[in-house]
T-cell receptor, first 114, second 115 residues
Framework: DAGITQSPRYKITETGRQVTLMCHQT?????MFWYRQDLGHGLRLIYY???????DKGEVPDGYVVSRSKTENFPLTLESATRSQTSVYFC?????????????FGSGTRLTVV | AQSVSQHNHHVILSEAASLELGCNYS??????LFWYVQYPGQHLQLLLK??????LVKGIKGFEAEFIKSKFSFNLRKPSVQWSDTAEYFC?????????????FGKGTHLIIQP
């Protein structure tokens, strides 16, 4: 089915470990985004990408790395996980820089760092 | 940089009550405005959006919002809420005119509808 798929849905990892969250879309939308959702903070942008091989930092990029070698995939890597990175992570896409459609969000990954 | 303020973090209403959730933004230029809803355990869904034209915008599920430029506000309303409206509601803004540096979200309002 077309859409955005995030994996895994739930992840528990230990402090200091590297973990990668996956985001896959089937629409070939140009723009992809990673947000984290925390109580009291709402959603905050981590990284975004305007096209394959083009990425840029958002509001809270520290401790995260992204890549976009293919249009359909936008993985988010925590290089050395910390407890403060316990959060729900949402991937989103948009077909162009225009927001006529709003963003389409994935179902999220709930990450717990112990 | 733009910012969004949602006045109420938690709202509790009874079914059939009227709803108004406040949203104010800070930005010196023209903006696009959005309301998203997140039902328990689900992802965000677009309720409605404002780009230009009629400042009263109607969305899905009976929701509407009014853009008041002079007040930098985009309040969400519904005349009669239902138990199924229990959810988290997010206001979001982005400067209009291109660019793709992401939406800026408010911190959200947790709405609970009591049967």
């Amino acid at each position: 089915d077309a859409g955005i798929t995030q994996s895994p849905r739930y992840k528990i990892t230990e402090t200091g470990r590297q973990v990668t969250l996956m985001c896959h879309q089937t629409w070939s939308h140009s723009y992809m985004f990673w947000y984290r959702q925390d109580l009291g903070h709402g959603l905050r942008l981590i990284y975004y990408s305007a096209a394959a091989d083009i990425t840029d930092k958002g509001e809270v990029p520290d401790g995260y790395v992204v890549s976009r070698s293919k249009t359909e995939n936008f993985p988010l890597t925590l290089e050395s996980a910390t407890r403060s990175q316990t959060s729900v992570y949402f991937c989103a896409t948009n077909p162009t820089s225009s927001l006529n459609y709003g963003y389409t969000f994935g179902s999220g990954t709930r990450l717990t760092v112990v | 940089a733009q910012s969004v303020s949602q006045h109420n973090h938690h709202v509790i209403l009874s079914e059939a009550a009227s709803l108004e959730l406040g949203c104010n933004y800070s930005y010196g230029g023209t903006v696009n405005l959005f309301w998203y809803v997140q039902y328990p355990g689900q992802h965000l869904q677009l309720l409605l959006k404002y780009f230009s034209g009629d400042p009263l915008v109607k969305g899905i599920k009976g929701f509407e919002a009014e853009f008041i430029k002079s007040k930098f506000s985009f309040n969400l309303r519904k005349p009669s809420v239902q138990w199924s409206d229990t959810a988290e509601y997010f206001c979001a803004v982005r400067p209009s005119g291109g660019g793709a540096d992401g939406l800026t979200f408010g911190k959200g309002t947790h709405l609970i509808i009591q049967p």
